[in-house]
């Protein structure tokens, strides 16, 4: 197969495609991102890369960091942080705080904000959030093996100042003991983590080692590189998760400044980013692209 | 590897586990079943076949059957199915009918009670029950290659004496606009449908159809295959089904009657069976011997 | 006070008033109804009666038989109804079955319908419907000093022929251990009950047995009078119950049918028709009229 | 009727009494109340009064204080409130986050926690917490004709400490637009207005407002009088407000300190306390005693 060639493609599509969905309107940092952009990377497990489109602007990865502070928590926790945080889909948004407080402070998922938050505050435990975002940083850094990445401050401000509602879940977490940390010093880093920048070449590069694989990046165990594919995939769009796993049959986690992580276990790490958002919060054009490239590789994990 | 010292350890291993669940106890047919019998059967993609313990043991398959309804459904409808059910995964229990209110009487997806009935309920649409079952039977047969599955009556009837809540679910559905046959006929179908008995030898039989490769029987588009493995993946254990994917890695799908199918795609056809249910309502020592099994092989689909 | 002046008076309002609702349109004999009809009734404590509007004009009552059925089993259980239904308000909507899957088939008050259908498979207990049917008839009767009431059965036929989401709630209570006689029994009693037909002459008449004091039918004890008034303050009017309390200040139990019974505690029993609905299924120019009533004569329990 | 006999029965009944409910333990100012504590007080409209029991002990009087501020709010803004929060019961406990989400950040009545918390950031409204409390004091003392009431600052600061799910709340409340201050400091006021401290005595002089008729202090409108009543019968106990209704058959308001403010509109104001509470939340005893008080006197509502 001629990976250019189909990347070129697919690029060539996304640009006609009819509905490249909404920006992310929250803060005005995303809300002021052209949403014309479209760029897709491909890191092959024989070493070979590829990458079409914007692949070299920054945008805000958002909740695809969520993939490398669970990979970090369960490093340190082992299946310790599986007592605050389960392993479900939740069947409801994103940021929905309902199974919450029918499930006594204890969320679905490590996807969800809710879980995400409990990842971050189980990683955070008692230390200082600069050091906590320099292990990010350097586990990030390490797995796209590239030291220019970092965190848009801008972003990260915006996201404190607007950031009520994952405010509202930390203290309900607090209420019901399950936070460790005070509620602003795990959302502060938190805010740091989500406001990460990378290039889809950067992020491509750092989702290698969910693929698996000789020489990768062996930063975790093979057993650990599984679940948390398992989790991306039953879990990693919200309440779209199984649309995902449907469509486009591989595992992924998408992130609201319209990036994906995708992953072909065994095959590839593909990134893509476009910043228009469909009705589950994941990039409209990226889900389609993904789409796309899974048929013509026939990389399906089912079959 | 040696499948048959394989399966002969699980056997063994399963003999001994601690904890072997309930059997299910809504109806008398279910809840008179030996709780210590356990069989496991794997047909290869390659043509081979293995199997250990109560593999000759016919156990009723229950809510396995959703996985063959939904694939002549698919083939007969097409897309046009899911305008009628989700492909999302439910978050709840098996039965549960809140998330109907919510939603407008469109339940989740095909593999929780409401989501079967509708798919029962379209492949009846204003045929006869007896007819349809026939032709459930011969997809099932010819699947299997095996003549001599059939459904128990005794299990049909007490089903329909204890189905209040599939009943509900139906007058719901039909509430809300979504059933095309009265409630009473396509919840005698569907109680019928899951009164089908099978070994452990003919489930595994019966499932290569989704294993994909040459060889198999050719019964769906393989399009059509990824995606009953993806839902089998995201939603084939209800409210389990995240930990299912964590911890076994392969598409399943469980009935209270014991029995699991579980796909490796392009490796085997695994059907396994023991009739005490973890709090989730899908076999104990199944789920544990499926574990044990993935493990075992590296059939993850998760790398 | 001049009550000839004060009911003449709000019938005139009511014919201007800019918003009369929409009339019930899910069985089509409530949906033929002229919606420029009103009509108002008052029989006061001290034996004075007084009718304006469309005081005449028979209507189906619908779920103000909820009132009547709920004095009736009372009276026959006393306090061991409520072990099959609570006296909280719901806050959802009428024939929501939410509640009903988080409390284990425990309907919240017998003024929805989940709880009134307990109510009424209370009385049936194993008795022919056209038994108990009788005895609701000849309790609306005794109440209302009138023989001339009776059931419309083509009402009655359309509701049962309509009537699948009651019938989704019986089989749900069924499944939860909570129904004594068949939902096809129960609920056709129940839809025979509600397509009783009455002016608002006969419903404010049969209303005295609330009103308390000398000279009442006195089919009841004072107790349980303060009960079902409470709970018809409480849970009268589904999910608007907080509003009618709040503008009006009397107990009242509203149905589909458009009509009204409006309770003051040693004064008056109201009678109020108008088939226009508001947006919680309530008669918006009765629940309007009631409230000016209310305001006039200063009834309000509240102070 | 003998009112000191009266008390000083239900006084005796309430020692002896085999349930004394679980004392609030969430902040230890609260935990540490002896639990053996009854005291009962009664302002009549025609001016006597009478107290009976630990009468003279002060209690912390929590969430009663919502009947305070829900005055002074409805007098400084009107109907205008009500676009900030409902008049509906919530059938739910009263610090629930649930409905808030569904129904986009608009609590379902004032005295659930979201809604009271929408009331104290309404009177807040750009003032500095220091004046409103002033305010909401003043109004107190005025009420009660005592200048002696006060905050329990130890409690106030307790409650800061242990506040997550209030503070939870109420970011949540800021994330749907529906807050003008910071959720800190509309929480802090918010804390220390649950903080006041007040003997039956003092609460049973301070509810005259809501008594009605001659001679009581012309606080607020006969409209807002009853519909502050109103309010109290359909949501003043919390997910046991219909059986408060049905039980006791009299408007009142409960806090988590184990005081009841109970209203017999036109004939007294009622106030008891007692630490212990029941599965709502309520006053064990003070809820029996009431019932009680309310059966001897027939002052229920209801008829």
């Known amino acids: 197969m001629e990976f250019t060639t189909l990347l070129e493609g697919i690029v060539a599509r996304m640009r006609t495609a ?5 920006v992310a309107d929250y803060i005005p940092e ?5 949403p014309d952009q479209f760029g897709i990377a491909l890191a092959l497990a024989d070493g070979r890369f590829f990458a079409a489109g914007d692949a070299d602007t920054a945008f805000s990865i958002q909740s695809v960091s969520k993939v490398f502070t669970l990979a970090l928590a369960l490093g340190r926790l082992g299946d310790g942080l599986w007592h605050r945080v389960g392993r479900e889909p939740s069947g409801l948004p994103f940021n929905s705080i309902l199974q919450l407080e029918h499930e006594k402070g204890i969320p679905r998922n490590p996807f969800i904000n809710a879980g995400a938050l409990v990842v971050t505050d189980a990683i955070l435990a008692g230390h ?3 050091e906590v975002l320099g292990e990010i940083l350097r586990f990030v850094r390490a797995a796209a093996d590239d030291e220019h990445i ?18 509202a879940l930390a203290y309900f977490l607090a209420a019901h003991g399950n936070f460790v940390n005070s509620p602003e010093l795990t959302c502060g880093t938190y805010f ?4 990460i920048e990378m290039t889809v070449r950067q992020l491509a590069m ?13 930063l975790i165990s093979r057993d650990s590189v599984r679940r948390i594919n398992a989790l991306m995939l039953t879990c990693g769009h919200y309440d779209g998760s199984g649309d995902f796993a449907y469509r486009v049959g591989l595992p992924g986690k998408s992130g609201v400044g319209g990036g994906i992580l995708v992953i072909a276990p065994g095959r590839a790490s593909i990134a893509v980013w476009s910043p228009g958002l469909n009705q589950h919060g994941n990039s409209a054009l990226g889900t389609l692209a993904v789409e796309h490239l899974a048929r013509e590789t026939g990389w399906s994990i089912f079959g």
């Open 128 to 130: 200082q959030p600069r």
């Open 150 to 167: 970092h965190i848009d401050e801008a972003v990260a401000r915006s996201e404190t100042d607007h950031g009520h509602r994952n405010m």
């Open 30 to 34: 995303l809300a002021s991102v052209d």
């Open 192 to 195: 740091h983590q989500c406001a």
């Open 206 to 218: 750092a989702g290698r080692f969910l693929v698996g694989g000789p020489g990768k990046p062996n």
């Open 18 to 22: 009819p509905d490249k969905g909404r």
